[in-house]
């Protein structure tokens, strides 16, 4: 885990990523989680005869994504997600593989808060999601 304070943080500069390989064990647990069993979910064959190549990863499970980004790598321990605007661009597939990166945008000192710039790319290169998102600092213990 990152432990970034407010002032480590420099506008542009600051930045992190991971990778993730989205596992059917997730899909599963998100299944049971959030009680969405929609057939784009769990059903190959219906989600192929919408246009999917196959059932297709919950947009909320890629999402989660964010939450580690923020929460483990930038800024870190004193994270407080406050607000999150998601975009998704294309469908993720169970055994996609996925970078998750972010960039501070914007520092508010007076509030302490950081708008971070953050995306989702899959193993071919494809932006599958987007997001701005606005964490607080918290103050160090």
Do not use: W
Not at 64 to 70: C, E, K, N, T
């Amino acid at each position: 885990m990152n432990v970034y304070t407010m002032n480590q943080l420099e506008e542009e500069k600051s930045r992190a990523d991971f990778n993730v390989i989205v596992t059917q064990e997730m899909l599963e647990i998100f299944q049971m989680m959030s009680g969405d069993y929609n057939p784009m979910h769990t059903n190959d064959k219906y989600a192929k005869e919408m246009g999917m190549n196959g059932k297709i990863v919950h947009g909320m499970l890629v999402a989660a994504f964010y939450s580690r980004l923020v929460g483990m790598y930038l800024p870190g321990k004193f994270c407080m997600l406050h607000e999150i605007k998601i975009y998704f661009n294309k469908p993720v597939y169970p055994g996609d593989s996925l970078n998750v990166s972010g960039v501070v945008e914007e520092k508010k000192e007076l509030f302490q808060r950081v708008k971070i710039n953050a995306k989702i790319i899959n193993q071919f290169g494809e932006k599958v999601s987007s997001a701005k998102i606005m964490v607080g600092i918290l103050n160090e213990l």
